[in-house]
């Protein structure tokens, strides 16, 4: 494997382009190789250089060594020396040798140098000898800088999807242990370390292909063409020598590139879409693989978790009853939490080999202390091997990866696997006899008390239907009132989780009201519908709650309570107001006498818009035939709101009853002018209503505080020494809140 780079080497006046190519391995007999492209470019000309190169660089015959002219004394000058060319191997003269590295002979600079013998011709000495100067700088120099660089890889996945990484190489400095130069372009570096490196000096970049294919030991190239090399100092070569290395080529096994292609392929990994099935099952066709994939890693997972959630699982049992309608019960085991003690893959249990089998510490309805774990992709499991799973009567779940497969991360499969129920269903549980006995206990409980009910309420029906329309709307009225009880404490019940027994009883009496609202159908033909429209419920719960003097189908404790309520209706619901004023009138429920003067004070604001058809008080009589039937003691009022709704212009007899008003503008009850309420004219002393003004005000920072309506009521009440329910009448006159804790 090959690697290229190039370092860029800046000398002055150079003529021609001098490149050198590195390679280095770990041991010479390796294939892998380092190659640098080095280049030597041109660099600004010092003043001190002449216009002719000279030769600085000589081989010493004794030794033969490089030896730079500064080496020598006085004593070596001429042919002295004891030098030869690089090149054509001639004698050497040096001149000035031992004199100063500059001097000026009249008006020319010169320095000392070697010099062929006259009549000799040079054949590419100074180029040869080029090459020898830049081997040596090597070896005095014994140190050396391998670039740095970055390889990028790919991996595809099993989904065609191509996964990228980048692996990096930091710059190594190299120490060279010694230089050993064979011949005049080839010298042989060994490093400390014990890597060898042999640099190889042509003269032309042609020749790299050529040289690149002899195998051995890792090679520099350096393509010194420049002679102007051969006239510098070492001293020049290394102040002026610039260093800038890139990677340029590289071939064969890269061990970066290595890396690189292994970091995507983890990628791979990561995102569930690459595994080696060398190591596994060879013989797997491609397709498949994927699959195999989820499977092998959902099962390396789940054996080695601590936990694993399991899925609810419930049984329904149904019968049909004699009417021809179906009754159904349900018992339910909630999603579990279970705690793993073991797991062993591909345990065999008899004829059956499941993927994991679970131990855990047994608890209620999971006593068997184990669990069978099957995952799946695309293979169901089939009926004949649900049959094998059942008859080990135990536990046995199933994991469905085929809704999972695509782009999902190892940590979201793990979480799906582990923690999630959406794949997860239950092949057999020994728990399902136990639940099924439950529901079908619970069913013949259910079935046997219907029937009786039903015997029950063929009887009651017979005798409704006997009762005349009075004593029909009296029976009428006391199962309204227990079917509404029944539905309040329901609904109380249900927050407590004990709804079954209540559920129970509403039914009965919903039966009971049916019985008799058939019963009504001869009387009322719309009875049956219009009894269980939910404004109608509302109205007759409040009718029964005045009639009866308390609470009926609320969760409150008086009648005055739900009449308070019915003051706050919103508009679209005070159409019937006159109907709860008339049954006030003839029912009288508790009042004190605070309370009466509110409804006097109501009754007449009822009373002064009853016959506008633009009012929100015009009546709605859409019940009143109803209404009349079941509380015949208010037939007579209803009849006058329905001639009212006909012709606004008659009067009813309820307004020549109504309290007197003075005349000029009304007193409002919450007036600040008006410590009293208006009754038969009179201003009565001593009771004390808030300002509806200062409760705007002060309602409205309240709501800005965060208060309820209720919170501000009690604090406001408290510091002004009014009455609380005062306070909460005033808030919703004056249109500030929907309810006691919220405002609008």
């Known amino acids: 494997m090959r690697w290229l780079g190039t370092v860029n080497l800046s000398l002055p006046?150079?003529?021609?382009?001098?490149?050198?190519?590195?390679?280095?391995?770990?041991?010479?007999?390796?294939?892998?190789?380092?190659e640098i492209q080095t280049v030597l470019v041109p660099a600004q000309s010092p003043a001190y250089r002449t216009s002719t190169t000279t030769m600085t660089w000589a081989k010493e015959m004794d030794t033969e060594a490089a030896r730079y002219i500064g080496e020598l004394g006085k004593d070596r000058r001429g042919y002295k020396?004891?030098?030869?060319?690089?090149?054509?191997?001639?004698?050497?003269?040096?001149?000035?040798?031992?004199?100063?590295?500059?001097?000026?002979?009249?008006?020319?600079?010169?320095?000392?140098?070697?010099?062929?013998?006259?009549?000799?011709?040079?054949?590419?000495?100074l180029v040869i000898t080029a090459r020898i100067?830049?081997?040596?700088?090597?070896?005095?120099?014994?140190?050396?800088?391998?670039?740095?660089?970055?390889?990028?890889?790919?991996?595809?996945?099993?989904?065609?999807?191509?996964?990228?990484?980048?692996?990096?190489?930091?710059?190594?400095?190299?120490?060279?242990?010694?230089?050993?130069?064979?011949?005049?372009?080839?010298?042989?570096?060994?490093l400390e370390d014990g890597r060898l490196i042999r640099v190889k000096l042509i003269s032309s970049i042609n020749a790299d292909d050529e040289f690149l294919e002899d195998a051995g030991v890792p090679t520099i190239i350096l393509l010194t063409d420049d002679p102007d090399i051969a006239g510098m100092s070492p001293s020049e070569i290394r102040q002026r020598l610039t260093v800038g290395v890139q990677w340029c080529r590289t071939s064969g096994s890269?061990?970066?590139?290595?890396?690189?292609?292994?970091?995507?392929?983890?990628?791979?990994?990561?995102?569930?879409?690459?595994?080696?099935?060398?190591?596994?099952?060879?013989?797997?066709?491609?397709?498949?693989?994927?699959?195999?994939?989820?499977h092998l890693k959902a099962k390396e997972i789940l054996s080695t978790s601590e936990f694993i959630q399991l899925p609810a699982f419930s049984v329904t049992v149904s019968a049909t009853l004699s009417d021809g309608s179906i009754l159904s019960e349900t018992e339910k085991l909630e999603p579990t939490q279970l705690w793993i003690k073991s797991a062993t893959l591909e345990k065999r249990l008899g004829q059956l080999r499941p993927d994991l089998l679970v131990n855990f510490s047994a608890f209620p309805l999971f006593d068997a202390g184990q669990l069978i774990i099957e995952v799946t992709v695309s293979n169901p499991i089939t009926p004949s091997r649900r049959d094998r799973i059942a008859a080990l009567d135990i536990p046995a779940l199933e994991i469905d990866l085929g809704?999972?497969?695509?782009?999902?991360?190892?940590?979201?499969?793990?979480?799906?696997?582990?923690?999630?129920?959406?794949?997860?269903?239950?092949i057999h549980h020994p728990a399902l006899r136990i639940l099924e006995g439950r529901a079908q206990a619970r069913l013949a409980e259910r079935r046997s008390q219907i029937e009786v009910d039903t015997t029950v309420f063929n009887d009651a029906r017979s005798k409704i239907n006997q009762l005349s329309l009075k004593d029909l709307a009296h029976s009428i009225q006391l199962a309204a009132m227990t079917y509404a009880e029944a539905v309040a404490k329901a609904k109380i019940a249900s927050g407590r989780n004990t709804g079954d027994a209540s559920e129970l009883v509403v039914e009965r009496a919903r039966?009971?009201?049916?019985?008799?609202?058939?019963?009504?159908?001869?009387?009322?033909?719309?009875?049956?519908?219009?009894?269980?429209?939910?404004?109608?419920?509302?109205?007759?719960?409040?009718?029964?709650?005045?009639?009866?003097?308390?609470?009926?189908?609320?969760?409150?404790?008086s009648a005055w309570q739900v009449i308070n309520t019915i003051r706050s209706d919103t508009p679209q619901s005070q159409c019937f107001h006159s109907i709860y004023l008339l049954a006030i009138k003839i029912y009288m429920p508790t009042l004190n006498a605070d309370q009466k003067k509110r409804t006097a004070i109501w009754r007449d604001k009822v009373a002064g818009q009853v016959q506008e058809r633009s009012s929100n008080y015009f009546p709605d009589c859409r019940y009143n035939q109803m209404v009349a039937n079941l509380f015949p003691e208010l037939a007579s009022g209803l009849d006058k709101l329905s001639k009212i709704r006909k012709n606004p212009s008659i009067l009813n007899s309820a307004q020549s009853s109504s309290p007197a008003k003075i005349p000029g503008s009304p007193i409002s009850a919450y007036s600040n002018e008006s410590d009293a309420i208006l009754t038969?004219?009179?201003?009565?002393?001593?009771?004390?209503?808030?300002?509806?003004?200062?409760?705007?005000?002060?309602?409205?920072?309240?709501?800005q505080r965060g208060l309820s309506p209720v919170d501000f009521a009690?604090?406001?009440?408290?510091?002004?020494?009014?009455?609380?329910?005062?306070v909460m009448n005033a808030i919703l006159e004056t249109g500030l809140a929907k309810s006691a804790q919220r405002w609008k």
């Open 13 to 34: 006046l150079f003529a021609f382009a001098t490149v050198a190519t590195l390679q280095i391995s770990k041991a010479a007999d390796t294939e892998m190789a380092h």
């Open 81 to 125: 020396s004891g030098c030869v060319c690089f090149g054509c191997g001639h004698p050497l003269s040096a001149v000035k040798a031992g004199a100063p590295p500059i001097q000026w002979s009249g008006s020319r600079q010169q320095r000392p140098h070697f010099a062929h013998q006259r009549g000799a011709t040079p054949n590419n000495c």
């Open 133 to 190: 100067a830049a081997l040596n700088l090597l070896r005095h120099d014994g140190l050396f800088q391998l670039p740095g660089r970055i390889r990028s890889g790919k991996f595809a996945g099993f989904s065609g999807t191509l996964y990228e990484a980048s692996a990096e190489q930091q710059p190594e400095n190299v120490t060279i242990r010694n230089v050993s130069i064979h011949d005049t372009d080839t010298a042989l570096l060994k």
């Open 254 to 294: 890269d061990p970066l590139l290595l890396e690189a292609e292994a970091i995507a392929r983890s990628k791979a990994e990561t995102a569930l879409d690459w595994y080696d099935f060398k190591q596994h099952d060879p013989s797997i066709p491609d397709a498949l693989r994927y699959e195999t994939l989820l």
């Open 403 to 426: 809704r999972l497969m695509g782009a999902v991360t190892l940590e979201t499969f793990t979480d799906l696997l582990v923690s999630q129920l959406e794949a997860k269903s239950w």
């Open 511 to 557: 039966q009971d009201v049916l019985a008799h609202i058939e019963a009504l159908k001869l009387h009322t033909p719309r009875a049956l519908d219009q009894f269980w429209n939910p404004r109608f419920q509302t109205m007759l719960n409040r009718l029964l709650s005045i009639k009866y003097d308390c609470a009926i189908g609320y969760n409150l404790n």
């Open 680 to 703: 038969n004219g009179r201003i009565s002393p001593g009771v004390r209503y808030p300002n509806l003004h200062a409760v705007n005000e002060a309602a409205s920072i309240a709501a």
């Open 714 to 726: 009690n604090e406001y009440a408290h510091s002004k020494r009014y009455h609380v329910h005062d």
